[in-house]
């Protein structure tokens, strides 16, 4: 038995005990406000030194934890410095009691002291919050709290998407980022890893290499996606957004074709299914299709990205948006796509699968003028709400799979006259309907899956 490890895994147990006497001090505080009785400065002295000394407990089981590989970054230089602050701040109020207690309660010595436990409170409630970070990844305190409390992060601006945009940027980093660099980047870089950059990806964690170029089932990113959703290692955590079956492909994809960083998408053959995940190249005549008739709304496209929308330039300078519901196509349904409206003239490519929206969304997406790229994989969408459609005099790709949508749809098809590819699988369109899209639009790219 390694008896130093036991101890540091201690921590998460001794860490409660200074918390609650510290809150148990405030209440005796308020009810012994006015007493310089003896025995009740006995037990405010009491209390103030089981507080130093459990905190002094979990600052050395703290410690001890550090030097495991479960947690690096600054997140943790943050939590065991404001760790080892509160440690010297309780010892400092054991200190005061003690004097007060000698003085009898001596009004100057109790005053020092309960502003030394104000700040002893602000401390350990900021190393709380840190550890808590570490733990449940950033914003996990503040996350449901009031709006001013809440963590607020600007979405990266994504780099312009063309034919030599590389694999990784344009399908692979998007959904490592939306999953799994908030536990693993400078900040909390859980189990050693950082993700936030290939150089870092490759150089892997504590528990190894991320994963192996070629040898999917040897991958360990690939064998912690694939754990049961209630397995301690099952990577996301169970709590937080989960990618869906089209992301866990591509990232298998890329890892079965060799991971390159380097693999440009006009030198790739990507399966359509995982083209679908990303916006189209940014070449050809979209600039001169976009003609926004308002100013873009910064302030509602900052609301958007604090309730975890992915909202961003496609190209710097423009204010052409790309807009996707990745992270919460759980909750997401007809209502949250009506804040879309006063962006409607400025989206360009609109990423809604696996949303609980249904046909009522469609006359919102109807009004977005420019929209060149509609993803409504596995949405309940029907013929009806394709029929509202018909006016989108841009549209060039539109993703139907995993929908209600039958050949009754094709009138409203055939009136989409820039459509260059539908994507069709897993939906109610027959062979035969199939058939005669074809022959009337021979152009048109149909995919029925991989």
Known sequence: MDFVSFLGRLHPVVLHLPIGALFAIVVAEFWLRRSTARKDQSLLFSLYLFAALTALTSVATGLILSEEDAYGGSTLDLHEKLGIATGVATIILALLALVAFRASGSGLWTKARQLGLACSLVLITLTGHFGAEMTHGKGFLTEFGPAFLQEKEEAPEPVEITKDTTVF???????????????????????????????????????????????IENSLMHQRIHLPLDDEEHMPPAKKPQPSEEEIAALVWWIESGASFELKLADATVPESIRALMPATTEGSAEDAFVPVAELDLQVVQELRDQLLTVQRIQQGEDRLWIKFSAVAPTAGDDFVEELLPLSNFVVWLDLARTQITDASM???????????????????????????????????????????????LPTLLKLEALEA?????????????????????????????
Not at 178 to 195: E, F, I, Q, S
Not at 366 to 391: F, H, P, R, S, V
């Open 363 to 409: 006359s919102t997406v109807a009004k977005m003028a420019n929209l060149e790229e509609l993803n409504l994989n596995a949405c309940g969408i029907t013929d009806a709400g394709i029929k509202q459609l018909e006016g989108l005099s841009h549209l060039k790709k539109l993703n139907l799979s995993g929908t209600m949508v039958s050949e009754a749809a």
């Open 169 to 215: 940027d344009a399908a692979i980093y998007p959904v490592l980022q939306t999953y799994c660099v908030y536990c693993h980047d400078a900040d909390v870089t859980k189990g050693k890893l950082r993700m936030d950059s290939p150089e870092l990806m490759l150089a892997g964690g504590s528990s190894g290499p991320l994963y192996i170029a070629g040898d």
């Open 422 to 450: 539908i994507y069709l699988f897993r939906t109610q369109w027959t062979p035969e309907g199939v058939e005669v899209l074809r022959r009337i639009k021979p152009d048109v790219k149909i995919v029925l899956g991989e």
